[in-house]
């Protein structure tokens, strides 16, 4: 399978701007996914991407793709402590069916102190 | 509208058992996922089911695994004779059909064997 890799942990101040880093290696790969977990919680879509597109931004949350080097970050403006959670980043990969399946990176945990 | 919803949001069981995990899915969703998650794996695709199509199996890991979706709806996943390494959270996710369709997540069943 193809491997989808992150950072572990992230420590930022409150008010301060986040930036998770993933790194991916289906270039073929359609979109491209951010999901975030609470503790105790299911996995929460926050965003995703269009391979061909090289930026999306919804209000606090910035997705910049760079497709040559396989480089997807989400960046939190003006983090809260509610932001604190692990994001997953995914991509999409085909089965042989034809469907589809994600496959997800190890997660980065944030941490925000007040 | 109703998210995805999984039962029961936990179980313990003895090693050698039989479980049954349920999953019940958005409705009007065609694509029914189930992923793994545990520590030293991180989050892994299962299975994946797609109207009335056979389902891709790929990512079970044993065939102590099973799944079935009654109705194109509601499926049920059964793992026999649980070893510990079975124990994590079984989430299940939901979706319109196509790779540009997102996938739903439910807030998973936390599984230990003891």
């Known amino acids: 399978g193809e491997d989808v890799e992150q950072s572990l942990f992230l420590s930022v101040r409150e008010g301060d701007s986040s930036v998770i880093n993933c790194t991916y290696t289906?270039?073929?790969?359609?979109?491209l996914y951010w999901y975030k977990q609470e503790p105790g919680a299911g996995l929460q879509l926050l965003t995703y991407?269009?391979?061909?597109?090289d930026m999306k931004q919804d209000q606090r949350l910035t997705v910049l793709l760079n497709k040559k080097d396989k480089h997807l970050s989400l960046r939190i403006a003006d983090t809260q402590t509610g932001d604190s959670a692990i994001y997953f980043c995914a991509e999409i990969d085909v089965l042989n069916n034809a469907g589809n399946m994600l496959t997800f990176g190890g997660g980065t945990r944030l941490m925000v102190k007040p | 509208g109703a998210g995805v919803s999984q039962s029961p949001s936990n179980k313990v069981t003895e090693k050698g058992k039989d479980v049954e995990l349920r999953c019940d899915p958005i409705s009007g969703h065609t694509a029914l996922y189930w992923y793994r998650q545990s520590l030293g794996q991180g989050l892994e695709f299962l299975i994946y089911?797609?109207?009335?199509?056979?389902?891709?199996k790929s990512g079970l890991p044993s065939d102590r695994f099973s799944a079935e979706r009654t109705g194109g709806s509601v499926s049920t996943l059964t793992i026999q004779r649980t070893q510990q390494e079975d124990s994590a959270v079984y989430l299940c996710?939901?979706?319109?059909?196509?790779?540009?369709?997102?996938?739903?997540f439910g807030p998973g069943t936390r599984l230990t064997v003891l």
């Open positions: 289906d270039s073929s790969s359609t979109y």
């Open positions: 996710a939901s979706s319109l059909g196509s790779p540009a369709d997102t996938q739903y």
């Open positions: 089911f797609q109207g009335n199509s056979a389902p891709d």
């Open positions: 991407i269009f391979s061909n597109m």
